[in-house]
Nanobody, 120 residues
Framework: QVHLVESGGGLVQAGGSLRLSCAAS????????MGWFRQAPGKEREFVAS???????YYADAVKGRSTISRDNAKNTVYLQMNSLKPEDTAVYYC??????????????WGQGTQVTVSS
């Protein structure tokens, strides 16, 4: 059974940084596109960043320039480095895996989420 386990969330002041990690198990990791979505209270889940099987990277405009996504296929782990955090970045962040060559809006697998709270 595939598991995606996120870590690295927490409470940080505005302007601070966090590094989220997502460790995958029982997944052909290198053959999956990986990425992150987030959901703030009262809002729909939204795309944050993705890294494809071939390393193609995409960011949402809201985080572009402040975030870096990367993957380590040897460790079956994807990372999201977030800098210059803003209160509007507060959300539950979900890791996702997609067997397609890009991360779609309906990925094959989801993690359980990790809370990121940015105080002003």
């Amino acid at each position: 059974q595939v598991h995606l386990v996120e870590s690295g969330g927490g409470l940080v002041q505005a302007g601070g940084s966090l590094r989220l990690s997502c460790a995958a198990s029982a997944l052909a990791f290198s053959r999956h596109s990986m990425g992150w979505f987030r959901q703030a209270p009262g809002k729909e889940r939204e795309f944050v960043a993705s890294i494809g099987r071939s390393g193609d990277i995409y960011y949402a405009d809201a985080v572009k320039g402040r975030s870096t996504i990367s993957r380590d296929n040897a460790k079956n782990t994807v990372y999201l480095q977030m800098n210059s955090l803003k209160p509007e970045d507060t959300a539950v962040y979900y890791c996702a895996a997609d067997g397609r060559s890009w991360l779609t809006s309906r990925p094959d697998y989801w993690g359980q989420g990790t809370q990121v709270t940015v105080s002003s």
